[in-house]
């Protein structure tokens, strides 16, 4: 899990984000001390890092592993959007809030959305959710469930904040969706659908017991 978030984080912020650079440096993909990481990119590297682990070690499931996974996940998003605000980078717009951060050390004099802060609350809250789910409710019997209030808690949630957000690259200056929102939406659908499903599951399971108690 590991290897594959920093392999797909670099890659994601490389392919995604500033493609037209690596194509023509490609050897500074390699060149991890010069900064450049993905979120979704990371995420994409944990899919595939997890399917080859599930398929030759675990063996339980893909998605049952991921009900599971996504705890430590969200703790970890929220520890990632801590580095960010330390770092004074992906902040927000111009505010009149009076949380609003000056970020001095990139030369602002106004303050600025802390959009930092207002991910690593929404990743928490995800955390909170799914650990109630987890070990409050029969939610986890349901497979995919809970795997999907995740996606939907972390992606819909990153869709949204980015309308307050700095433009990252100059590409996506005149876009009407920028590319961390693009990329949320393939997550988004998968989280409706696995909910959807999950939700299925539990009524299906319900009318079994049912069945079962009146015998």
Same mark, same amino acid.
């Given at each position: 899990? @590991?290897?594959?978030?920093?392999?797909?984080?670099?890659?994601? $912020?490389? @392919?995604?984000?500033?493609?037209?650079?690596?194509?023509?440096?490609f050897l500074e993909i390699f060149?991890?001390?010069?900064?450049?990481?993905?979120? $979704?990119?990371?995420?994409?590297?944990? =899919?595939?890092?997890?399917?080859?682990?599930?398929?030759?070690?675990?063996?339980?499931?893909?998605?049952? =592993?991921?009900?599971?996974?996504?705890?430590? %996940?969200? #703790?970890?998003?929220?520890? #990632? !959007?801590?580095?960010? &605000?330390?770092?004074?980078?992906?902040?927000? %717009?111009?505010?009149?809030? *009076?949380?609003?951060?000056?970020f001095v050390r990139n030369g602002?004099?106004?303050?600025? $959305? *802390?959009?930092?802060?207002?991910?690593?609350?929404?990743? &928490?809250?995800?955390?909170?959710?799914?650990?109630?789910?987890?070990?409050?409710?029969?939610?986890? $019997?349901?497979?995919?469930?809970?795997?999907?209030?995740?996606?939907?808690? /972390? @992606? &819909?949630? !990153?869709?949204?904040?980015?309308?307050?957000?700095?433009?990252?690259?100059?590409?996506?200056?005149?876009? &009407?969706?920028?590319?961390?929102?693009?990329?949320?939406?393939?997550? #988004?659908?998968?989280? /409706?659908?696995?909910?959807?499903?999950?939700? !299925?599951?539990?009524?299906?399971?319900?009318?079994?017991?049912?069945?079962?108690?009146? !015998?």
């Open positions: 899990m @590991f290897i594959g978030t920093v392999i797909g984080a670099r890659i994601g $912020h490389c @392919f995604f984000y500033d493609w037209a650079y690596y194509s023509k440096n060149y991890v001390w010069k900064g450049g990481l993905s979120s $979704h990119g990371g995420a994409i590297g944990i =899919l595939i890092a997890m399917y080859f682990y599930n398929k030759y070690e675990l063996k339980k499931g893909y998605i049952w =592993l991921f009900d599971r996974l996504i705890l430590s %996940v969200a #703790i970890c998003g929220a520890c #990632i !959007r801590l580095g960010n &605000l330390m770092n004074s980078e992906i902040y927000g %717009v111009e505010t009149t809030m *009076p949380w609003g951060f000056i602002e004099n106004l303050p600025k $959305h *802390p959009t930092q802060i207002y991910e690593m609350l929404y990743c &928490l809250v995800t955390f909170a959710v799914c650990f109630w789910m987890y070990w409050k409710t029969k939610a986890r $019997h349901y497979k995919g469930l809970i795997f999907g209030v995740f996606l939907e808690g /972390i @992606f &819909l949630t !990153r869709f949204l904040l980015e309308f307050i957000k700095n433009t990252q690259e100059a590409f996506e200056e005149n876009m &009407l969706l920028n590319m961390g929102q693009l990329l949320s939406i393939p997550f #988004i659908i998968w989280g /409706i659908y696995l909910i959807i499903a999950g939700m !299925r599951q539990r009524q299906k399971i319900g009318t079994k017991f049912d069945i079962e108690k009146r !015998r």
